[in-house]
């Protein structure tokens, strides 16, 4: 039974006096030059990003955005002594599934919005699901995190915790980025509760038998390539984040201009390759929109410090058994290094997809294609 009495209903509604000061933030931003023939290998190109930033100015609609994400039941409650916001949407279905669903960096609850209506209200002969869409701790609406020692273990625990406090006895979990951590995490915390895990952009690391490495097929080669090139050439973003995550924060925090380059650069990165541009792939608008969470919660400090937690975190990177808990895995076609024999040392691998469209942000770029892999895998389990 849901504890009702811990649960405070939340709307959206950032100040007016917030949105003034975006505006006038990004009509005084002093802009960096570029160096002369540089493209996106060096950054965000300044002509890109000045009309980016003009257009977040003076174009995009934070209420209509808003306005979407309170179409849905929204809720606070405080659970390890942090406040955590979340989604609850409920299917009309008897026969629902209930699934929380994880996202990543740099995401936010509106990853997800283009699921909750297939999800919860399918057809008659699709599997049907009650939603939890949280905040992760630290992120967003859920944030800052007010204390040290928020690992992806402690996180996991208390998403564990939310969905015990929802009276959902049994349920699935689903997870991308660093959901792709705290999914499995959950698995291994509360395995007597949780039916499956689904992730994408699960990272899997070699295991050093000769035996693997010989046996990997030529796509699974281009993906320890491409892993090998984001380790070398793309990750100096995690770096810092999970080094000097105050350092970063006085910068992000100051600048909206500066976490819109923080951020659309990943979006320019890992979004379908075959796409120019980060519009391309993701709407502009519901990229906006989640960048604008960034900005009006002040959580560049703690989605920082998540980095820094995990960098730090001993026991995130002991060995461990195997995990029991089902697991489904679907790999997309950017920024996705998932190995399936590499993966199997860790995890209960059950279900396996590979897709030929769509990148890092499947629940923006293939909603479609993600839908259906959760509702594949789920159903295995449950039919």
Do not use: C
């Not at 928020?150 to 929802?166: E, N, P, Q, S, V």
Request: net charge negative.
């Amino acid at each position: 039974m849901t504890n009702t009495a811990e649960l405070k209903p939340f709307r959206i509604d950032i100040p007016q006096a917030d949105l003034d000061d975006l505006r006038d933030r990004l009509h005084r931003t002093r802009w960096a030059d570029d160096l002369p023939g540089a493209g996106w290998e060096r950054g965000v190109p300044a002509a890109y990003l000045k009309e980016l930033a003009t257009y977040w100015a003076d174009t995009f609609d934070w209420r209509a955005q808003e306005a979407l994400l309170n179409q849905h039941p929204q809720f606070t409650t405080v659970i390890d002594g942090q406040n955590v916001h979340f989604l609850h949407v409920r299917s009309a279905r008897a026969d629902a599934t209930p699934l929380l669903l994880i996202h990543g960096w740099p995401g936010s609850v509106v990853e997800f919005l283009d699921l909750i209506a297939p999800l919860t209200n399918p057809e008659p002969e699709q599997p049907a699901f009650h939603l939890v869409i949280p905040s992760v701790p630290g992120f967003g609406f859920s944030g800052p995190v007010t204390e040290r020692g928020w690992t992806d273990t402690r996180t996991a625990a208390a998403l564990a915790a939310l969905m015990a406090r929802l009276g959902y006895d049994r349920y699935g979990v689903h997870g991308g980025d660093i959901g792709a951590f705290i999914g499995p995490a959950i698995g291994r915390a509360d395995a007597d509760h949780v039916i499956g895990v689904h992730a994408n952009a699960l990272v899997t690391f070699p295991t050093g038998d000769p035996a693997d490495m010989a046996a990997l097929t030529e796509a699974e080669q281009l993906r320890l390539k491409a892993m090998k090139n984001f380790q070398d050439d793309m990750s100096a973003y995690m770096q810092l984040q999970g080094t000097r995550p105050q350092t970063l924060a006085h910068a992000l925090a100051d600048s909206p201009a500066g976490q819109l380059a923080w951020i659309v650069e990943k979006f320019k990165e890992w979004t379908d390759a075959s796409r120019e541009l980060p519009e391309d792939a993701v709407d502009r608008d519901r990229m906006l929109a989640n960048i604008s969470i960034y900005w009006f919660t002040d959580t560049a400090r703690s989605v920082a410090n998540s980095y820094y937690e995990r960098f730090h975190d001993a026991s995130m990177w002991a060995q461990k058994p195997p995990a029991i808990v089902p697991t489904g895995v679907a790999v997309f076609s950017t920024g996705d290094f998932a190995i399936r024999r590499f993966a199997e040392k860790a995890h209960n691998i059950t279900h396996w997809s590979e897709f030929y469209r769509g990148g890092h942000f499947p629940a923006l770029e293939a909603p479609d294609l993600l839908t259906g892999d959760i509702r594949a895998f789920f159903t295995t389990l449950t039919s």
